[in-house]
Structures are given as structure tokens and as C-alpha cells.
């Protein structure tokens, strides 16, 4: 079995500051890992997404992840976050043995002036 | 590249009345597509996985005869609510995804459809 937990209903941030957006894990194999973002009433855009290699991974708009196996985690990431990346933000995981994403419950971010 | 469309993006309807949602991936071909419900202030719900030219596989709980899933061809599905309901209300999301190396092993998402039953 394949599940994602995304323990923050919402994280606050101050434009211009560093932002984390948190996200665990759990897989029987090796774990195919993205970040989608939701803006309202739109459907899901993809981030960024870890299958092999390098631990940090780059994606869209500046957001990055980095992948942690020993603590099964993969939390996004922005150096400095902007009023329009105010969103809801989902994790998702999928077993290398299953053809399904698995989708945390998400996190709705919003970032103030 | 990888863009994937709905249609409608909203759509009111009459209880009893049947409903069709199309999900098309416009630059590449889908081998496989998905469907999700998402209920208000909450995650995606998998409904069911369909490949192209084959029976679609549905979640438990789903109501096959309900939610028909079409998948024709490589670039088109279908969602059909049959006889809906207002507790069908929601937002119809579809993914697709391809064989295609460049792309691979990623979920494109539509952006959604709307649908309220009266």
C-alpha cells in the first residue's frame, strides 16, 4: 500500500520569505514522488517530481523538493515566496509497483503582502 | 507540451438527466487516462483508470453503471453521470499520462469540470 501525508492544513508566509510545504511518505518499493499545484476552480498543474537521482529536484516557478529517504519525506520548497503562489498544494506518491497516484489531503498556502 | 483539456468546464443539469464529460490530451497520445472527484476543500478522489481500447478499472465504491468511462482512442475519454443525482455534484477531474520516454511516468491534469445537479 501506497499513502502520502501532508501534516498542515495551511501554512502562512510573509512575501519575500523562504516557504516549506510538508509532505511524508509511505511505500512497500522505491517511490515515485510529485508536488501538483491547484489554483481555484482549475485543475492540478505539475511541480516538480523525484523519480531517480539527484535529491534535490528543481521544477516550476522556482519551487524545488528535496527527497529524504531515511526520513520518507519530500518537502517543496521556495528560496522566496510571492503573493501569487497562493494555492493548494498537493503531494502525491506512486509505488513503483502501482499505476495510481496516492494524494495527500493537501495544503492551502497563502502568502501575504 | 503535455496539455490535457475538458469539456465542458461547467455544466448544470436536471436530476435524472444524463451528463458527458470529455478529457482530450491535445499534444500527445494517452495510454492511459484517469478520473478523480474532488469534493470541496479536499483532496482527489480516484475514481477509475481507463486504457485506450479497453474496459476502464474502477475504484471501490464506484459505481460502474453509474460512471461510465469511455476510453476510444488515444487521445480522448469520456466520463458519462448517468440518471445524476445532487449528491453527484462535485468537480470531474481528469489526468492522462503516456508511454512516451520524454514524458513518462506523469499525470497531466485537465482543468476540470463543474458539474451541479439540480
Known amino acids: 500500500a501506497q499513502s502520502v501525508a501532508q501534516p498542515e492544513d495551511q501554512v502562512n508566509v510573509a512575501e519575500g520569505n523562504p516557504l516549506t510545504v510538508k509532505c511524508t511518505y509511505s511505500?512497500?518499493?522505491?517511490?515515485?514522488l510529485f508536488w501538483y499545484v491547484q489554483y481555484p476552480n482549475r485543475g492540478l498543474q505539475f511541480l516538480l517530481k523525484?523519480?531517480?537521482?539527484?535529491?534535490l529536484v528543481k521544477g516550476s516557478y522556482g519551487f524545488e523538493a528535496e527527497f529524504n529517504k531515511s526520513q520518507t519525506s519530500f518537502h517543496l520548497k521556495k528560496p522566496s515566496a510571492l503573493v501569487s503562489d497562493s494555492a493548494l498544494y498537493f503531494c502525491?506518491?506512486?509505488?513503483?509497483?502501482?499505476?495510481?497516484?496516492?494524494f495527500g489531503k493537501g495544503t492551502m498556502l497563502l502568502v501575504s503582502p | 507540451g503535455a496539455v490535457v483539456s475538458q469539456h465542458p468546464s461547467w455544466v448544470i443539469c436536471k436530476s435524472g438527466t444524463s451528463v458527458k464529460i470529455e478529457c482530450r490530451s491535445l499534444?500527445?497520445?494517452?495510454?492511459?487516462m484517469f478520473w478523480y472527484r474532488q469534493f470541496p476543500k479536499q483532496s482527489l478522489m480516484l475514481m477509475a483508470t481507463?486504457?485506450?481500447?479497453?474496459?476502464?478499472?474502477?475504484e471501490q465504491g464506484v459505481e460502474k453503471d453509474k460512471f461510465l468511462i469511455n476510453h476510444a482512442s488515444l487521445t480522448l475519454s469520456t466520463l458519462t453521470v448517468t440518471s445524476a443525482h445532487p449528491e453527484d455534484s462535485s468537480f470531474y477531474i481528469c489526468?492522462?499520462?503516456?508511454?512516451?520516454?520524454?514524458?513518462?511516468?506523469?499525470?497531466?491534469f485537465g482543468p476540470g469540470t463543474r458539474l451541479t445537479v439540480l
Open positions: 523525484y523519480i531517480t537521482g539527484d535529491n
Open positions: 511505500v512497500s518499493g522505491n517511490p515515485y
Open positions: 502525491a506518491v506512486r509505488d513503483l509497483g502501482y499505476s495510481t497516484l496516492t
Open positions: 499534444d500527445f497520445q494517452a495510454t492511459t
Open positions: 481507463s486504457n485506450e481500447g479497453s474496459k476502464a478499472t474502477y
Open positions: 489526468s492522462a499520462e503516456t508511454s512516451d520516454s520524454f514524458i513518462t511516468d506523469t499525470q497531466y
